[in-house]
Nanobody, 122 residues
Framework: VQLQASGGGLVQAGESLRLSCVASGRAFSSHGMGWFRQVPGKARELVVA????????WYESSVKGRFTGSRDNAKNTVYLQMNILKPDDTARYYCAASRYDLPTIRDLYDYWGQGTLVTVSS
């Protein structure tokens, strides 16, 4: 599975962004998907996990109510809608694919995209 993320950019606090990640290769719908983020000097952290069908999701506590993860299996695409962005959300965001359905552990992810940078100014 090859993953290509896009949609990052520079926004002000309180604004929104939508990230997209297009997958190619082996069957997209057979993979659980996740969005991670990483800032320099810190570990990559899971932000949202999305089940194979998109019917189940898991969110990191700091983004609950502000971020929404979704997928369109017909388009081989997973999305991360980010609302009410805060400066603490500044990071490089990565999409990842897993052979598991709703993986909440980083080591369960098998494939990674290159990341897209999100910068939130105060």
């Amino acid at each position: 599975v090859q993953l290509q993320a896009s949609g990052g950019g520079l926004v002000q606090a309180g604004e929104s962004l939508r990230l997209s990640c297009v997958a190619s290769g082996r069957a997209f719908s057979s993979h659980g998907m996740g969005w991670f983020r990483q800032v320099p000097g810190k570990a990559r952290e899971l932000v949202v996990a999305i089940s194979r069908t998109g019917g189940n999701t898991w969110y990191e506590s700091s983004v609950k109510g502000r971020f929404t993860g979704s997928r369109d299996n017909a388009k081989n695409t997973v999305y991360l809608q980010m609302n009410i962005l805060k400066p603490d959300d500044t990071a490089r965001y990565y999409c990842a694919a897993s052979r598991y359905d709703l993986p909440t552990i980083r080591d369960l992810y098998d494939y990674w995209g290159q990341g897209t940078l999100v910068t939130v100014s105060s």
